[in-house]
Protein backbone atom coordinates (compact mmCIF):
# COMPACT_ATOMS: atom_id res chain seq x y z
CA UNK A 1 0.00 0.00 0.00
CA UNK A 2 3.24 2.65 0.90
CA UNK A 3 3.74 1.98 -3.23
CA UNK A 4 0.89 3.64 -4.26
CA UNK A 5 1.47 7.58 -3.17
CA UNK A 6 4.58 7.12 -4.81
CA UNK A 7 3.19 6.12 -7.84
CA UNK A 8 1.00 8.63 -7.86
CA UNK A 9 3.70 11.51 -7.48
CA UNK A 10 5.66 9.86 -10.15
CA UNK A 11 2.40 10.11 -12.58
CA UNK A 12 1.76 13.60 -12.01
CA UNK A 13 5.73 14.58 -12.55
CA UNK A 14 5.48 12.78 -15.63
CA UNK A 15 2.37 14.17 -16.55
CA UNK A 16 3.55 18.04 -16.32
CA UNK A 17 6.69 17.17 -18.18
CA UNK A 18 4.57 16.85 -21.19
CA UNK A 19 2.51 19.88 -20.91
CA UNK A 20 2.52 22.63 -23.58
CA UNK A 21 3.89 25.79 -22.34
CA UNK A 22 1.52 28.52 -22.15
CA UNK A 23 2.49 31.67 -23.74
CA UNK A 24 1.55 34.84 -21.79
CA UNK A 25 2.77 37.23 -24.60
CA UNK A 26 -0.11 39.80 -25.97
CA UNK A 27 -1.01 38.83 -29.65
CA UNK A 28 0.45 41.71 -32.32
CA UNK A 29 -2.86 44.00 -33.22
CA UNK A 30 -3.12 47.25 -34.97
CA UNK A 31 -3.49 50.24 -32.81
CA UNK A 32 -4.58 53.20 -34.00
CA UNK A 33 -4.99 56.46 -31.92
CA UNK A 34 -7.54 59.67 -32.54
CA UNK A 35 -6.47 62.97 -31.61
CA UNK A 36 -9.90 65.41 -31.81
CA UNK A 37 -11.61 68.61 -30.62
CA UNK A 38 -15.14 66.10 -30.47
CA UNK A 39 -15.36 64.25 -27.47
CA UNK A 40 -15.64 60.61 -27.48
CA UNK A 41 -19.52 60.70 -27.25
CA UNK A 42 -19.83 63.26 -30.12
CA UNK A 43 -21.48 61.16 -33.62
CA UNK A 44 -18.18 61.27 -35.56
CA UNK A 45 -16.30 59.85 -33.32
CA UNK A 46 -19.25 57.28 -32.39
CA UNK A 47 -19.30 56.73 -36.01
CA UNK A 48 -15.47 56.49 -36.91
CA UNK A 49 -14.99 53.88 -33.90
CA UNK A 50 -18.21 52.07 -35.01
CA UNK A 51 -17.00 51.75 -38.38
CA UNK A 52 -13.60 50.64 -37.28
CA UNK A 53 -15.02 48.21 -34.73
CA UNK A 54 -17.07 46.58 -37.58
CA UNK A 55 -14.82 46.08 -40.11
CA UNK A 56 -11.66 45.55 -38.14
CA UNK A 57 -12.84 44.10 -34.75
CA UNK A 58 -8.96 43.18 -33.42
CA UNK A 59 -8.03 46.79 -33.71
CA UNK A 60 -6.96 48.51 -30.84
CA UNK A 61 -8.17 52.49 -30.12
CA UNK A 62 -7.52 54.74 -27.93
CA UNK A 63 -8.86 58.12 -27.96
CA UNK A 64 -7.63 61.91 -26.72
CA UNK A 65 -9.48 64.79 -26.76
CA UNK A 66 -8.00 67.82 -27.46
CA UNK A 67 -8.92 71.73 -26.76
CA UNK A 68 -11.75 72.81 -28.94
CA UNK A 69 -9.90 74.62 -32.21
CA UNK A 70 -6.78 74.60 -30.86
CA UNK A 71 -4.41 73.34 -33.22
CA UNK A 72 -1.11 74.10 -31.68
CA UNK A 73 -2.06 71.93 -28.69
CA UNK A 74 -3.87 69.11 -31.17
CA UNK A 75 0.07 69.31 -32.87
CA UNK A 76 1.95 68.87 -29.71
CA UNK A 77 -0.67 65.74 -28.74
CA UNK A 78 -0.25 64.38 -32.19
CA UNK A 79 3.85 64.87 -31.81
CA UNK A 80 3.61 63.45 -28.11
CA UNK A 81 1.63 60.00 -29.86
CA UNK A 82 3.87 59.68 -32.36
CA UNK A 83 7.26 59.41 -30.06
CA UNK A 84 5.47 57.25 -27.39
CA UNK A 85 3.75 54.76 -29.33
CA UNK A 86 4.80 51.38 -31.06
CA UNK A 87 6.24 51.70 -34.99
CA UNK A 88 3.58 50.47 -36.73
CA UNK A 89 0.46 52.87 -35.28
CA UNK A 90 -1.85 54.44 -37.19
CA UNK A 91 -2.85 57.71 -35.74
CA UNK A 92 -5.55 60.12 -36.98
CA UNK A 93 -5.62 64.21 -35.95
CA UNK A 94 -8.75 65.50 -36.36
CA UNK A 95 -9.12 69.30 -35.04
CA UNK A 96 -10.47 71.31 -38.02
CA UNK A 97 -11.42 74.80 -37.07
CA UNK A 98 -13.89 75.32 -39.87
CA UNK A 99 -14.03 71.64 -41.47
CA UNK A 100 -12.84 73.21 -44.75
CA UNK A 101 -8.97 72.41 -44.96
CA UNK A 102 -8.07 69.42 -47.19
CA UNK A 103 -6.49 66.45 -45.42
CA UNK A 104 -3.09 64.44 -45.56
CA UNK A 105 -1.61 61.64 -44.96
CA UNK A 106 2.00 60.36 -44.42
CA UNK A 107 4.27 58.36 -42.25
CA UNK A 108 6.89 59.34 -39.95
CA UNK A 109 8.62 57.63 -37.38
CA UNK A 110 7.52 54.21 -39.11
CA UNK A 111 3.72 55.30 -38.46
CA UNK A 112 0.91 56.23 -40.13
CA UNK A 113 -0.55 59.61 -39.60
CA UNK A 114 -4.04 61.21 -40.88
CA UNK A 115 -4.45 64.98 -40.24
CA UNK A 116 -5.89 68.34 -41.98
CA UNK A 117 -4.09 70.38 -43.89
CA UNK A 118 -4.04 73.02 -41.21
CA UNK A 119 -1.04 73.88 -38.95
CA UNK A 120 -2.10 70.20 -36.64
CA UNK A 121 0.97 68.32 -38.67
CA UNK A 122 3.77 71.04 -37.50
CA UNK A 123 5.73 69.37 -34.97
CA UNK A 124 5.75 65.90 -36.58
CA UNK A 125 6.86 67.54 -39.83
CA UNK A 126 9.34 69.75 -38.14
CA UNK A 127 10.76 66.82 -36.06
CA UNK A 128 10.94 64.92 -39.09
CA UNK A 129 11.43 67.19 -42.28
CA UNK A 130 12.02 64.67 -44.96
CA UNK A 131 8.15 63.34 -44.74
CA UNK A 132 6.96 63.21 -47.33
CA UNK A 133 2.90 64.26 -47.66
CA UNK A 134 0.09 63.56 -49.47
CA UNK A 135 -3.79 64.92 -50.15
CA UNK A 136 -6.09 62.43 -49.90
CA UNK A 137 -8.05 62.97 -52.70
CA UNK A 138 -8.45 59.52 -54.60
CA UNK A 139 -12.01 58.60 -54.83
CA UNK A 140 -10.91 54.99 -55.12
CA UNK A 141 -10.24 55.00 -50.69
CA UNK A 142 -12.91 57.25 -50.47
CA UNK A 143 -15.78 54.20 -51.30
CA UNK A 144 -15.85 55.83 -54.93
CA UNK A 145 -16.84 59.54 -53.48
CA UNK A 146 -15.04 62.82 -54.25
CA UNK A 147 -13.53 64.40 -51.11
CA UNK A 148 -15.46 67.41 -50.70
CA UNK A 149 -18.57 65.61 -51.81
CA UNK A 150 -18.25 63.90 -48.18
CA UNK A 151 -19.15 65.16 -44.41
CA UNK A 152 -16.33 65.27 -42.19
CA UNK A 153 -17.43 62.12 -40.49
CA UNK A 154 -17.73 60.41 -43.80
CA UNK A 155 -14.42 61.37 -45.49
CA UNK A 156 -12.42 60.41 -41.99
CA UNK A 157 -14.51 56.98 -42.00
CA UNK A 158 -13.37 56.02 -45.70
CA UNK A 159 -9.88 57.52 -45.11
CA UNK A 160 -9.45 55.56 -42.04
CA UNK A 161 -10.78 51.95 -42.97
CA UNK A 162 -8.34 52.84 -45.79
CA UNK A 163 -5.71 53.67 -43.89
CA UNK A 164 -5.92 50.40 -41.73
CA UNK A 165 -5.97 48.14 -44.78
CA UNK A 166 -2.95 49.12 -45.89
CA UNK A 167 -3.28 50.82 -48.75
CA UNK A 168 0.54 52.92 -49.87
CA UNK A 169 -0.03 56.16 -48.24
CA UNK A 170 1.15 57.77 -52.17
CA UNK A 171 -1.96 55.76 -53.56
CA UNK A 172 -4.03 58.35 -51.27
CA UNK A 173 -4.26 61.21 -54.03
CA UNK A 174 -1.91 63.82 -54.99
CA UNK A 175 1.45 64.94 -53.84
CA UNK A 176 1.38 68.00 -51.28
CA UNK A 177 4.45 69.69 -51.51
CA UNK A 178 3.96 72.27 -49.31
CA UNK A 179 1.53 71.28 -45.91
CA UNK A 180 0.64 73.94 -43.72
CA UNK A 181 2.66 74.64 -41.04
CA UNK A 182 3.11 77.34 -38.04
CA UNK A 183 6.88 78.99 -37.02
CA UNK A 184 8.22 76.32 -34.29
CA UNK A 185 11.36 78.25 -31.57
CA UNK A 186 13.00 75.47 -30.71
CA UNK A 187 15.04 76.16 -26.90
CA UNK A 188 17.46 78.05 -27.17
CA UNK A 189 19.90 80.43 -25.17
CA UNK A 190 21.04 83.13 -27.26
CA UNK A 191 23.25 85.58 -25.20
CA UNK A 192 21.35 86.25 -21.75
CA UNK A 193 18.33 85.11 -22.98
CA UNK A 194 16.40 81.42 -22.88
CA UNK A 195 13.92 81.04 -26.09
CA UNK A 196 11.49 78.77 -26.05
CA UNK A 197 7.71 78.17 -26.52
CA UNK A 198 4.24 77.07 -24.62
CA UNK A 199 3.77 73.79 -25.54
CA UNK A 200 0.09 73.03 -23.62
CA UNK A 201 -1.44 74.40 -20.66
CA UNK A 202 -3.29 72.65 -17.96
CA UNK A 203 -6.91 73.30 -16.73
CA UNK A 204 -5.71 75.51 -13.90
CA UNK A 205 -3.84 77.81 -16.60
CA UNK A 206 -0.55 76.61 -15.71
CA UNK A 207 1.98 76.50 -18.85
CA UNK A 208 4.46 74.07 -20.17
CA UNK A 209 7.16 74.91 -22.26
CA UNK A 210 9.56 73.29 -24.34
CA UNK A 211 12.27 74.59 -22.27
CA UNK A 212 14.60 71.84 -20.97
CA UNK A 213 15.87 71.69 -17.18
CA UNK A 214 19.54 71.64 -18.66
CA UNK A 215 19.01 75.56 -20.17
CA UNK A 216 17.57 76.92 -16.57
CA UNK A 217 21.07 75.49 -14.88
CA UNK A 218 22.96 77.60 -12.91
CA UNK A 219 19.68 80.07 -12.16
CA UNK A 220 19.36 80.21 -8.42
CA UNK A 221 15.91 79.90 -6.46
CA UNK A 222 14.32 83.00 -5.86
CA UNK A 223 15.77 85.03 -8.69
CA UNK A 224 13.47 87.17 -10.27
CA UNK A 225 13.95 87.87 -13.84
CA UNK A 226 12.54 89.49 -16.77
CA UNK A 227 9.85 87.36 -19.48
CA UNK A 228 7.74 88.42 -22.20
CA UNK A 229 5.71 85.85 -23.46
CA UNK A 230 4.31 86.74 -27.03
CA UNK A 231 3.22 90.65 -26.53
CA UNK A 232 3.06 90.62 -22.46
CA UNK A 233 6.18 91.27 -20.55
CA UNK A 234 6.44 90.92 -16.99
CA UNK A 235 8.65 89.47 -14.37
CA UNK A 236 8.81 85.94 -13.12
CA UNK A 237 10.51 84.08 -9.71
CA UNK A 238 13.00 80.55 -10.75
CA UNK A 239 10.86 78.44 -8.07
CA UNK A 240 11.04 74.99 -6.71
CA UNK A 241 7.53 74.85 -6.74
CA UNK A 242 4.40 77.25 -6.69
CA UNK A 243 5.01 78.25 -2.93
CA UNK A 244 8.01 79.41 -3.47
CA UNK A 245 6.25 82.55 -4.06
CA UNK A 246 2.99 84.25 -2.05
CA UNK A 247 -0.06 83.67 -3.19
CA UNK A 248 -1.09 85.68 -6.92
CA UNK A 249 3.13 86.16 -7.82
CA UNK A 250 3.92 84.53 -11.08
CA UNK A 251 6.65 81.94 -10.88
CA UNK A 252 8.42 79.34 -12.89
CA UNK A 253 10.29 75.74 -12.18
CA UNK A 254 11.02 72.49 -12.97
CA UNK A 255 8.01 70.37 -13.49
CA UNK A 256 7.46 66.57 -13.67
CA UNK A 257 7.89 66.40 -17.53
CA UNK A 258 12.11 68.08 -17.47
CA UNK A 259 10.01 71.01 -18.86
CA UNK A 260 10.31 74.82 -17.37
CA UNK A 261 6.78 75.53 -16.50
CA UNK A 262 4.93 78.88 -16.12
CA UNK A 263 2.59 79.46 -13.38
CA UNK A 264 1.15 82.15 -10.74
CA UNK A 265 0.65 80.56 -7.07
CA UNK A 266 -3.36 80.02 -7.05
CA UNK A 267 -3.40 81.76 -10.52
CA UNK A 268 -3.84 81.84 -13.89
CA UNK A 269 -1.31 82.07 -16.01
CA UNK A 270 -2.57 81.43 -18.76
CA UNK A 271 -5.81 83.58 -18.45
CA UNK A 272 -3.10 86.79 -16.94
CA UNK A 273 -1.16 87.09 -19.89
CA UNK A 274 -3.38 85.32 -23.01
CA UNK A 275 -0.46 82.78 -23.33
CA UNK A 276 -1.46 79.22 -24.72
CA UNK A 277 0.21 76.97 -26.68
CA UNK A 278 2.69 78.03 -29.62
CA UNK A 279 3.47 81.32 -27.44
CA UNK A 280 7.15 82.41 -27.62
CA UNK A 281 8.28 82.60 -24.27
CA UNK A 282 12.08 84.58 -23.88
CA UNK A 283 13.12 84.63 -20.16
CA UNK A 284 16.25 86.98 -19.29
CA UNK A 285 18.67 85.22 -17.08
Not at 65 to 94: C, H, M, R, W
Not at 205 to 219: H, V
Request: glycine letters at 8%; proline letters at 4%.
Amino acid sequence: MRKLPVLLLLLLLAQSCTKTETSYYPVPTKNLVIISDNTASSDMIVGIMGAVRSSYPSVHIDFFNSKSFDVYEGSYLLYLTLQNYPAGTYIAGIVEPGAQSKRIIYQANNETILAPDNMLSTRILDAWPTTTCTFVDNPSVLGGSQADSLSVTEFYKRAILSMLSGVQVTSFGSACSNPETFMVQHPVISGDTIKGEILFTDNFGNCTTNIPRELTAGIAIGTLMNCRVDTAHLTITMGLSYSTVGVGENVCFVNGSQRLQLSVNYGNFSTRYNASASSKVFIIK
